[in-house]
């Protein structure tokens, strides 16, 4: 059998599992091996000193072609123990690296469940701002609402206290000019002569027409005391207006004569106003002498009033 083939039977034996562990320890056996097999053939050829010498040579160059074989598959087993550890120290590196890379996979998905854990606190967190925003937000649309309410009562409130202030300084302003006149006609109220009467928010001033004029549109002698309280009243209150009425058919003689004299005491003119005086209703006259005639109402007295009115 050559060599070759011997190797390649060799090199698949070593492929067999275990093979190398039996290899390991055959060499580790063939040194004694050898000795032995070397005493023997000494002492056989101590025993056998007539051997030829052909077959000396002959053994001699197979052990030595032995010899050789185990050199050279001690180098293979070297050769193989050297790629076994180069193999190992690749899968050592390998294994390293895909330890590593576990590892790094693991931190990985670590820091993405880490991630993702955070995302749905942030999106919880998100979510609650957004429900505590629009609580805030319809608060704030309520107290918006409230507060327009209120600012509508307050307004309101403060018409109705400057109305109230207004009405009672009115009030104030309707009992002084009712205290002058009454204190300016002194005798002519007590007596009944003259009426002061409080109508619509003006001070009334009633006295019957022949208290002012006589039987013509002239102004009677006995009224100079009368226009002097009208004009000492008007005086008293500047902000205040005189309406008159003056009754019968010579009215806007009477009422020119009655302003000309107020003009000379130092009233203005613009200061006086003359209403409009309703015609007397004609009294019903019975057609037939013989019909029974109703009782007819006797007109009642003319009457001058004075109304004043304050600012």
């Not at 007397?280 to 019909?291: E, I, Y």
């Amino acid at each position: 059998m050559s060599l070759s083939r011997r190797i390649k039977k060799l090199w698949a034996k070593l492929a067999e599992p275990g093979a190398l562990r039996a290899l390991y320890h055959g060499l580790a056996l063939a040194p004694r091996l050898i000795v032995h097999v070397a005493s023997i053939a000494a002492l056989a050829g101590l025993a056998a000193a007539c051997v030829p010498a052909t077959r000396y040579e002959e053994a001699k160059s197979a052990g030595e072609v032995e010899l050789a074989g185990r050199q050279h598959a001690e180098a293979e087993l070297r050769a193989m123990h050297a790629t076994v550890d180069a193999l190992t120290a690749e899968l050592e590196k390998r294994q390293q690296r895909l330890d590593e890379t576990e590892q790094s996979v693991s931190e990985t998905k670590l820091e993405n469940s880490v991630a993702v854990k955070e995302r749905d606190e942030a999106t919880g967190l998100v979510d609650q701002l957004r429900g505590e925003l629009a609580r805030v937000g319809d608060d704030l649309r309520t107290f918006a609402k409230q507060k327009a309410d209120l600012e509508k009562s307050l307004d309101a409130a403060q018409a109705r206290k400057a109305e109230l202030e207004k009405s009672d300084a009115r009030t104030v302003a309707i009992a002084r000019l009712t205290r002058d006149l009454t204190s300016a006609f002194g005798d002519r109220v007590t007596s009944g002569d003259v009426s002061v009467d409080v109508q619509n928010g003006r001070v009334v001033v009633s006295a019957p027409t022949e208290l002012w004029f006589d039987e013509g549109a002239a102004l009677r002698t006995g009224s100079d005391g009368m226009l002097a309280a009208v004009s000492r009243v008007l005086t008293l209150h500047p902000d205040s207006a005189l309406e008159m009425s003056v009754p019968g058919p010579d009215a806007d003689k009477r009422s020119t004569a009655f302003m000309t004299a107020l003009g000379s005491r130092g009233v203005s003119a613009s200061r006086i106003k003359l209403a409009s005086v309703p015609a007397a209703p004609a009294l019903p006259v019975a057609a037939d002498a013989t019909v029974a005639a109703k009782p007819v109402q006797l007109a009642k007295p003319a009457v001058v009033e004075l109304s004043f009115s304050v600012g």
